[in-house]
């Protein structure tokens, strides 16, 4: 057996991590009260996707808590099981009635035996339960005996400290899922549905709101500690079922009665309790810093804000600096360089400025770090890619190489091992940290879900050192430090398709930072998050079909629904390079808009969307203003700011002229042909914006927040009934967009104006031409108007 270096034992384990911070510096991101209910049906649902089950209980013994040989005796080392759950009733009026007698039974012990030893359970769940969704809280949590008094176990702080936690709901008819007959066969359980049905629609509502608040206690595990998985109970009366989450979902058991078997719900509490730190579901590559670590993190992220920022000290450094350090909250990560079995570097970081949001997918965490070794400032990307996928440092290595612009600087990356190898070897493929939920999709215990068979993806721990290490666009200063910061990204996106005939595919205000370098007054603009990006065909067609992207900033060709073929193209990032623009002006800089008609425009704009059966669609606010200005020209920035809009919305698509007594919409052929080549070809765009910001002087310090929620970075979008906003960058499978016919004929009009003051919004009135139907619908016969994403 190889020797290794892990953290075994409680004491090594990283609690109370802390989390982002909004951009008020005062709140903690996705457990506000604002938005909670949406939360709560969107985690449900994405469970209701990612669930396995159900897995018989001892299948689930050898699987994941697995004992050596030499502790598998419980009549030597346990207490005996027999009534041991026998006060819990096994049906209840209230959950309390449920909580408090299996407490006491979970925490029975004697001189020298206990149930669950070295761990205690305590009561969670407040008094009296609060109906708010984002102050909810798990009925019992576990905590090791060193955590019990743990200074931070008050509200959800506690799950930073939870080792597992039970959630209780009083009778067995509120079950999540039902189990098939004992006696099925293979065939019948392949058939069965285990997600609980009911015809009743206030059941189905209580059940998936049940769901949905067991999840975000997951979720919420997972963003106060550094975990690979987590384990948790459900329990409905006396019936229980285990659960094992990962990244990738979750496998759940088959329920059983804690009062017929007891002996089951103590085999896993002993077995829980003698597995080591990393066994129960802790990362055991990070650990709690030293002190001298803590003071050399502290200064070193002190002068950088200080650089960055160009503060003077006083209050408001302090208040920087808090955004990337909580005291006493600093842990060491230890990356292990990729192909190396030596190279180790200890990063050290404490609260992060992004905490994943949501329990499956990549669940990205980024810091600002220090390296222990050399007390530079990095940035750490800790992050699950898609196991099939190329690695980001290894594309950006490439760039790099290529000699592409305003890219940021790998210093390391790699895989997360299990533990950090003693010696040099290499390490197999099941050394690393893994999901495991879809390896157990096919097999014959499991049923369908919500009338699906199961398939979870694969996903792996990364992480990712960068030397590039600056704010987020939205922290942007003025007009200038906007412009010359996209007019970089340009660069980098067509240094990147010139010298690596690669797409970005994801140009967001969150994938591009702003860094001061030395003897530069404007900071520089990076293009970062290079993990979806892909290679192009010789027409510089993207090789991987479908959508890719940030919902908010997409192209509307990659909106519409138009069947699995697209291919997106730099025309489609260069859209989304606009909207960036055009977005972060609308938020943070000087306009005449009132606070709705900000929101209206926001929402038409970027947030809009429809289902065509069960791929969404979208971009009606951007098709209709590509057309015809019609929000827009409703906005009146500073006069340099407009000029250059109207320009960049001109080289994207020509303004079209109606006549007022004709329905048809025109567009001089020239002017199209001109487009067309202008927007083909990112020389055209760059050239103009360099000159541009030659010849004009910009604003350098006219930042102004807005009233508006999106501005302040605690905004959840609102949701169509039963429809999913994808915020993230999955891939969604759309086709291409149809030709486009253009008249000859000119004609000229005025265009009528939507009113942006009317409160709820509704749709602009003004009459569509084929063409616009045509896009829309994406080839089909017209856009529903029943469920019309530019109705609220």
């Known amino acids: 057996m190889s020797q290794s270096t892990p953290f075994s034992s409680s004491e090594h384990c990283v609690y109370d991590a802390p989390k982002a911070l909004d951009d008020t510096l005062t709140l903690t991101r996705s457990q506000e009260s604002a938005g909670a209910k949406w939360r709560n049906q969107r985690r449900a649902q994405n469970c209701r996707r990612h669930a396995v089950g159900p897995m018989p209980v001892e299948e689930f013994f050898r699987q994941f808590l697995a004992l050596p040989q030499s502790q598998q005796s419980k009549e030597e080392f346990a207490l005996s099981s027999r009534g041991a759950f026998n006060r819990v009733p096994s049906d209840a009026a209230t959950a309390a009635e449920i909580y408090q007698p299996m407490v006491t039974a979970l925490n029975y012990r004697t001189k020298h035996k206990s149930r669950c030893p070295g761990l205690v359970f305590q009561v969670t769940a407040p008094s009296p339960y609060p109906r708010k969704l984002a102050d909810m809280e798990p009925h019992i949590c576990c905590y090791t005996v060193a955590n019990r008094e743990a200074p931070g176990l008050r509200s959800r702080h506690h799950l930073g400290y939870a080792e597992l936690f039970i959630e209780v709901k009083p009778s067995p008819s509120h079950d999540y899922f039902v189990d098939p007959p004992a006696d099925a066969t293979q065939q019948v359980r392949a058939s069965h549905e285990f997600l609980a049905q009911t015809q009743d629609d206030a059941f189905a509502r209580r059940r998936d709101r049940a769901l949905g608040q067991h999840v975000s206690y997951v979720t919420e595990i997972f963003a106060r500690q550094y975990r690979v998985f987590v384990f948790s109970i459900s329990m409905s009366g006396s019936r229980a079922r285990l659960f094992r989450w990962d990244r990738a979902g979750c496998i759940v058991t088959e329920s059983f009665d804690v009062r017929a078997q007891p002996d089951l719900m103590c085999a896993f509490l002993w077995r829980f309790s003698k597995v080591s730190a990393s066994a129960r579901g802790h990362d055991p590559t990070v650990g709690v810093a030293s002190k001298k670590e803590e003071a050399l993190f502290h200064a070193s992220i002190r002068t950088y804000v200080e650089t960055q920022l160009q503060l003077s000290d006083g209050a408001e450094l302090a208040g920087a600096v808090t955004e990337h350090y909580a005291p006493g909250h600093v842990s060491a990560i230890r990356v292990l360089a990729q192909g190396s079995a030596q190279e180790v570097h200890r990063i050290l970081v404490s609260r992060p400025v992004i905490s994943p949001l949501y329990l499956t997918g990549r669940c990205t965490r980024g810091f600002w770090g220090v390296d222990a070794s050399s007390g530079r400032v990095v940035f750490l990307k800790d992050t699950w890619r898609s196991y099939s996928g190329r690695q980001e440092g290894m594309v950006l ?13 790998v210093l390391v990356h790699g ?18 940290q893994l999901t495991v939920t879809d390896e157990y999709c096919s097999d014959p215990w499991t049923c369908k879900l919500d009338g699906q068979s199961m398939d979870a993806a694969k996903y792996g721990h990364y992480r990712l050192v960068l030397g590039t290490v600056g704010y987020g666009l939205k922290r942007l200063k003025g007009t200038e430090e906007l412009l010359h910061a996209c007019l970089d990204v340009l660069h980098a996106m067509k240094d990147a398709l010139d010298k690596g005939s690669r797409l970005h595919r994801d140009i967001s205000i969150g994938n591009i930072i702003l860094v001061r370098e030395p003897d530069r007054r404007i900071r520089r603009g990076y293009l970062v998050d290079w993990e979806t990006s892909c290679q192009v065909d010789e027409a510089g067609q993207s090789l991987e079909p479908g959508r890719a992207g940030t919902w908010l900033f997409m192209s509307w060709n990659m909106l519409v629904h138009t069947g699995p073929e697209t291919q997106q193209t730099l025309r489609d990032d260069m859209e989304s390079l606009l909207y960036v623009v055009l977005y972060c002006s609308l938020l943070w800089l000087p306009h005449n808009l009132s606070k709705e008609s900000l929101a209206y425009i926001i929402y038409v704009m970027f947030e809009a969307h429809t289902m065509y059966g069960d791929i969404q669609a979208g971009g009606d606010g951007k098709i209709i203003n590509a057309h015809h200005r019609s929000y827009t020209d409703r906005v009146k920035f500073a006069p340099a700011l407009n000029e250059w809009l109207n320009t960049v919305m001109d080289y994207n698509l020509p303004r079209e002229i109606e006549d007022e007594d004709e329905a048809e919409v025109s567009v001089n052929v020239a002017n199209e042909e001109q487009w067309v080549d202008r927007w083909a070809d990112p020389t055209h765009l760059e050239t103009f914006w360099a000159e541009f910001l030659r010849t004009h002087t910009l604003p350098s310090d006219d930042r102004l927040i807005h009233d508006h929620p999106h501005a302040l970075g605690n905004y959840t979008p609102r949701p169509n009934p039963g429809i999913i906003v994808f915020r993230s960058t999955e891939a969604i499978s759309l086709g291409k967009q149809p030709a486009v016919e253009v008249s000859t004929k000119r004609v000229t009009r005025k265009r009528p104006r939507p009113d942006l003051s009317l409160t709820p919004p509704v749709a602009p009135p003004f009459r569509r031409s ?17 469920s019309s994403s530019l109705s609220v």
């Open 397 to 409: 290595r490439e760039l790099d190489v290529q000699g592409v612009r305003y890219v940021p600087l």
């Open 415 to 432: 895989d997360v091992p299990d533990s950090i190898p003693v010696g040099e070897r290499t390490l197999l493929e099941h050394e690393f």
């Open 770 to 786: 084929k063409r616009i139907r045509g896009l829309q619908a994406g080839g089909r016969e017209a856009v529903p108007t029943t």
